[in-house]
């Protein structure tokens, strides 16, 4: 028998489940226009949690673009937290890859470009992912490539059995960051898209070790594809992934945008370094410093280089002003003296 939800939705049949959610087909009710409703069950978020979440799904429903799946509404009812989103015509990739096996490099770089173009929209709208995979990336019966599921991957897994959940089963895709519990930004949807792009064209995951373990290797490896396993990727795409999966988040590009124009461009494009990021940086120098060979052409070396001549013009000026206010305090000595007698 079919429910109702707010009065505005009709609850049909039953898609999945999980410990935390289920996910239905439904209906507005009136027009029997199809939808995708997902419920969480009560329990499964604090109430600090539900205000994030209704925050966000307000975000979410002034986005407007083709790349990103349209919710049309998000509230918590007696069934628990909520999100009613619209039902995509087409294939998720996850379909597509079981079906095909890998995807042709155009192919692949095509739905790249779409993902990362729908990302890029709704960064600018201060709204991450984190949580891509290929279960939500969906192409539709016209070739579009459509994002779901920006709400629950985003606030929900805050929640501490969710966490314990993504690392325990569902955790291939996550960004090493948000294994750590450690903020997220941009990066931590390039690091996941890469992932993803890197299983489209090798046919293969990029991370072959499942729950706990897989989530410990992400964590503490860098270069989670051995380069043995890019080798037969054209070479461009192995130098676009290898920095897309770079496990420190400032290594890889810090936006959609910049990974789309690596792929478009065929060559990894390099972005200015923010100056609050020049702290990790020399973090990891010191941490290769007597472990790792330093190469001298390398990024990071040339960055101190640029950070260094910035820190010498900066004590060039210091030394200018000290003087001037050795000066000023000389002559108000002086001054002092002379009008005193």
Request: no cysteine; hydrophobic share 45%; charged share 25%.
């Amino acid at each position: 028998m079919d429910q109702i939800l707010k009065s505005r939705y009709k609850i049909s049949d039953k898609i999945s489940e999980t410990p935390f959610s289920v996910t239905y087909r439904g209906s507005f009710i009136g027009t029997d226009k199809p939808v995708i409703i997902k419920i969480y069950k009560r329990g499964t978020l604090n109430s600090l949690l539900i205000r994030e979440m209704k925050q966000k799904v307000l975000g979410l429903s002034l986005l407007n673009h083709h790349g990103v799946a349209k919710l049309f509404d998000g509230d918590y009812g007696w069934q628990g937290f909520y999100y009613v989103r619209e039902q995509i015509e087409g294939e998720s990739l996850q379909a597509i890859m079981q079906r095909k096996g890998k995807i042709d490099i155009d192919k692949a770089m095509a739905i790249a470009d779409q993902a990362l173009t729908a990302l890029e929209a709704a960064h600018e709208k201060g709204i991450l992912h984190a949580g891509l995979k290929p279960t939500n990336i969906f192409v539709d019966n016209q070739g579009i490539v459509k994002l779901t599921d920006f709400v629950v991957q985003g606030e929900i897994k805050d929640s501490l059995p969710q966490k314990i959940f993504s690392l325990m089963d569902n955790g291939q895709y996550t960004s090493p960051e948000e294994l750590e519990g450690k903020p997220l930004s941009p990066a931590a949807d390039v690091f996941s898209l890469g992932m993803i792009i890197y299983e489209m064209v090798s046919g293969k995951p990029a991370l072959l070790e499942k729950g706990l373990a897989g989530s410990i290797k992400k964590m503490k490896i860098d270069g989670l594809v051995p380069k043995e396993e890019l080798a037969p990727l054209p070479p461009y795409l192995k130098d676009v992934l290898t920095k897309a999966l770079r496990k420190d988040p400032l290594l890889r590009f810090p936006t959609a945008n910049d990974f789309r124009q690596s792929l478009e461009k065929k060559m990894v494009i390099a972005a200015p370094v923010a100056d609050q990021e020049l702290a990790a940086i020399f973090e990891n120098i010191v941490t290769q410093y007597g472990g790792e060979e330093i190469d001298s052409n390398s990024e990071l070396l040339q960055e101190v280089g640029r950070i260094n001549i910035r820190w010498g013009k900066e004590k060039h000026r210091n030394w200018i002003l000290a003087v001037f206010i050795a000066a000023a305090v000389a002559l108000g000595i002086l001054y002092a003296f002379f009008f005193a007698l």
